[in-house]
Each structure stands twice: as C-alpha cells, then as structure tokens.
C-alpha cells in the first residue's frame, strides 16, 4: 500500500491513472489532426461537449442597470454600476471610461479572481486602471461570494460560514444535488456583464478583450468558450492541464471542477479550442503553483489548433518570474497584446502610475453589501429549482 501525507493512497492512484489515460487519448486526436478541415469538425465536437458540461443557459431578463454613484481621476472616470444578472440577484460592478479619447473605444470584461474584497483588490484594480489609461473600456464585476455580494452575511461585513471559498463550496455543492453547476452560475454573470457593457455607447463591439487572473483566469476560461462575441482573451495565473493538477493534488473551488470534462475527455487548452483562432495569450508564473509544464503543454496543443487554422500567430504564451499573481510583468504583456490586437501600434505597453483605492471607496452599494437590497440568493434559487 502506497501513502501519501500518512493517508493510504489507493484511490488516488486509480484516479490519476484514469486522468493520464484520457490525457494520452485525447493528445493522439488533437496532434493526429493534420488538415484545417479535421481542426474545424474538432471545433463542431468541443461545442457539443460544451453543453453537456455547463448545460443550458437562462434565458435572459432585464439588467435593470442603476448607476449608484461616480467619480473621476486623471486619465479615467468611474462609474458605480448596479445590475441584475438574473431576476432580483443583484452584481455590482465599476466601469472605467477614459477620458480625452475618441469613442467608440476597444472594451474588456475583467473578471476577478479570489480575493474577499473582489473588484477593490490591489491587482484587480491595478490592470483596470491601467487599461483605462491605454484607452479600454473596462468593466469590472464582483463575484458571487466576494466583495458586495456574499450571500451568507453575517451583518458585520463578513460570511458566517467563512470566507469567499466557503462560499462557492456551500453553494456549489447545493446545486450539484439539483444538476446544476456552479461554474455556469459565474459564466453567466459574466455574460449578463458583457451585456451591458456592449450596451455602452463608448463601446466599439468590433474588439472585446476579456481577462482575469487565477479565479479570474478560470472564468475568463469558462467565459471564453461559452460567449464568441470576445474577440482576445488573455487567462492569468490559471491555465495547466488536469493531469498536473490531480498530480500536484491542488484544491480548487467547486466552479473549477466542470462536470464530465475529463469523461468527455476535455482538458482546460480545449476551452480555448472554441475561440480559436481568436487572439489569445496565456499568462503564466514561473513560480505558480498553476503547474508550468502544464500550460507549456496546454500552449502545445493550442499553437497545433491555431495553426491547422491558419493563425498560429494569434496565439501566444507569456511567463513572469514571480509567484502566483497578476503583477506587473503580466499586466504589461497582456497591454501589449490587446494593443496589437486592436491596431493600437503606437499605444505603449508600459503601465503607468497607479492610484489603488480603498475598499470602500468602490463601494457600490451603501453598505458595501447588497444584502441591504433583501435580494434573492443562490441558494434560493437552488432552493426552488427543479433537478434536472
């Protein structure tokens, strides 16, 4: 008998042998391809998949969208958004306008990672910021669970079951019982945010960035598989394969666990197989606990995709020296490619000086929870649906 941490570890060995299996048969179809014709019905394949694993979507609802509040800086004004994603389940977001530009402008949807405060952490407000100075739209929304938006408050600006993680777990393991996955409750509010950010006249439809780091990495991940109206995508901090993560036994919240992904035999380079050959960047840490030989793998597969497809030079991959995070090296790389993206050559790449806000100076809500609106929850939502 094997062990592993003191722990007999048999279950995890026919695990991960079940994991580099399906890795091996999946390797041999996607290198097999060798005509743009097989890397398009590989496409027509992954979008079948796709709904099995994030199953159908809600039919929209009004956004309902209030502008709670603004205020200006140098090169950007920000307003204080307020919408409904799905009826009487609020999102607060920032959007970010520059200011001395000719609109219509490039936008990017700017997904936040795990960080309690959500859109008011330092890195997440950092490359919005810089992105308003280089000309971008951004909007920038709180997770379900972070920032303004926990739906277990405690009434003194906490989660009576614990922090953001706690959170998504609780929630996602409720709606596992119903058929439902968690992952798609967080794609769509990424998609009813796009919404509204396409509906701003300052918005130029033509170019739609989107990018996020770590739990950002991942719904820029999900977002892009199950949305083609983002035209460049630039995932931080996130981007392996399954097998190292099994392999490194790395925990992950339950929206980053697809359901049936492995048994379809779908690994993460796949979700990005939908966008291609849309730009693309992977961001990576040479220190990460996100495994690197793993994005170098999953870059592999992709820059065979995007080739067969005719663009094996909108695809790219960019590593930082640091740990996991979305630093300056990254914020700066992805600049770069969305500039190039977008036509803007003579846009620098080189981030300006920052101005990080306090939290409560992004405040949406009065409180700085929605809770203060008596809104519905996920888990009411769960509560009253029917299990598929």
């Known amino acids: 008998m094997q062990y592993l941490n003191r722990f007999p570890q048999m279950m995890q060995t026919y695990l991960m042998g079940r994991v580099r299996e399906i890795e091996a048969e999946a390797d041999a179809l996607k290198f097999g391809m060798r005509t743009q014709k097989e890397a398009l019905a590989y496409q027509k394949a992954l979008a079948k998949k796709l709904r099995k694993v994030f199953g159908p979507l809600p039919k929209r609802t009004a956004l309902n969208p209030v502008i709670t509040g603004e ?27 520059p200011k001395g530009r000719r609109f219509p402008l490039p ?3 700017a997904p936040c990672g795990h960080t309690a405060n959500g859109k008011a952490g330092d890195a997440y407000q950092a490359y919005c910021q810089g ?49 439902e996955f968690f992952g798609t409750w967080r794609v769509w509010d990424g998609i009813r945010a796009l919404d509204y950010l396409l509906s701003r006249e300052e918005v130029d439809p033509r170019h739609v960035g989107l990018t996020g780091n770590s739990g950002g990495g991942t719904m820029t991940t999900w977002l892009a598989a199950n949305d083609q109206r983002f035209t460049m995508a630039a995932p931080g901090c996130f981007v392996t394969t399954w097998r190292r993560n099994a392999e490194n036994e790395l925990p992950a919240d339950s929206e980053q666990q697809p359901p049936f992904a492995l048994a379809l035999g779908l690994d993460l380079d796949d979700l990005f197989g939908l966008h291609a050959p849309k730009p693309l960047i992977l961001l990576t840490q040479e220190l990460d606990y996100f495994d690197q030989r793993g994005a170098c793998e999953a870059y592999a597969r992709l820059k065979h995709l995007y080739t067969l497809l ?9 590593t930082g020296p640091g740990h996991h995070g979305y630093a300056q090296p990254l914020r700066e790389a992805m600049y770069a490619f969305f ?26 809500t009065r409180t700085g ?10 888990f009411n939502f769960t509560g009253s649906a029917q299990p598929r």
């Not at 500039?339 to 949406?364: F, M, Y």
Request: glycine fraction near 10%; hydrophobic fraction near 35%; charged fraction near 25%.
């Open 71 to 97: 205020f200006e800086r140098e090169r950007y004004r920000v307003e204080k958004v307020l919408f409904e994603s799905r009826p009487g389940f609020p999102v607060t977001a920032l959007l970010y306008i």
């Open 107 to 109: 936008c990017v949807l």
């Open 131 to 179: 992105l308003a100075a280089k000309g971008y739209v951004v909007l920038q929304y709180d997770p379900i669970s972070q920032g303004e938006r926990l739906q277990y408050p405690d009434g003194k600006g906490g989660s009576w079951i614990g922090g953001c993680c706690a959170e998504h777990n609780q929630i996602g393991n409720q709606q596992i019982l119903v058929g």
């Open 310 to 318: 005719g663009a094996p030079e909108n695809v790219q991959m960019f």
């Open 339 to 364: 500039n190039k993206a977008c036509g803007k050559t003579r846009e620098s790449a080189k981030e300006p000086e920052l101005s990080i806000e306090p939290d409560e100076a992004l405040n949406v």
């Open 369 to 378: 929870q929605v809770d203060e609106l008596k809104p519905r929850t996920a």
